[in-house]
């Protein structure tokens, strides 16, 4: 009877998201397959159906809390979550891949097929093509030459080090040299001191010789 009692978390709900899940990822899968203009819009729909499936992941989860269900429920639970998880992830890349495609050619898919322009057209698109290409061309530049000045004013900062270090070091040279001559001074006046203490003895012995 105790385990008839037992309230088991209905499988609808899990059910409903295993089943939205292959549904989100076939929408993911056909994003690719989509012209650019059309991603935009199956990316919405990837996004609706996204949190759709978080809120029966949330709903789901609430039952198994609410009715302490087993461990298998658990499981399930969390690889049911580590499969929404891994398809937000792949959904966020073709996200980042649409949105650089659109970056790089939004401008011409904009634009009718070459082979249907007229001669003008082509002119006006190849006129086009090339100013965005020398407006690249112009911002690499810019950059290149702002690398230019940061490396030129590295190499001032490097070179006034390397002059401070030459300056320490002919200052250590210095200072050696003087305390070279000093130490030399020291010496001389040690010397001059004993020869003078050495006269003043002899002095004193000749005093007190002719005292006597």
């Not at 949105?99 to 322009?117: C, I, T, V, W, Y």
């Not at 690499?140 to 270090?165: C, P, S």
């Amino acid at each position: 009877f105790f385990f008839l009692m037992i309230r088991r978390p209905p499988r609808s709900t899990q059910s409903r998201s295993s089943a939205a899940s292959d549904v989100y990822k076939r929408q993911i899968d056909s994003i690719s397959k989509k012209d650019a203009s059309q991603q935009p819009q199956a990316i919405a729909k990837c996004n609706q159906k996204a949190k759709q499936i978080s809120s029966w992941i949330e709903t789901y989860e609430l039952e198994i809390a609410s009715q302490k269900a087993g461990p298998a429920y658990n499981d399930s639970l969390r690889t049911i979550r580590q499969r929404y998880e891994s398809l937000k992830n792949e959904l966020e890349q073709k996200k980042a891949q649409s949105n650089q495609h659109n970056a790089l050619f939004g401008h011409m898919s904009r634009q009718k097929d070459p082979s249907e322009m007229t001669e003008q057209e082509l002119i006006q698109l190849g006129d086009h093509t090339q100013g965005k290409s020398k407006d690249a061309a112009l911002r690499i530049m810019n950059r290149v030459n702002d690398g230019n000045v940061i490396l030129d004013d590295i190499g001032i900062g490097l070179q006034k080090q390397e002059d401070q270090l030459v300056r320490i070091h002919q200052n250590l040279k210095d200072t050696q040299s003087v305390l070279k001559r000093t130490q030399e001074l020291i010496k001389y006046f040690g010397r001059q001191l004993m020869t003078d203490k050495l006269l003043l003895c002899l002095l004193f012995i000749v005093v007190v010789g002719i005292l006597v």
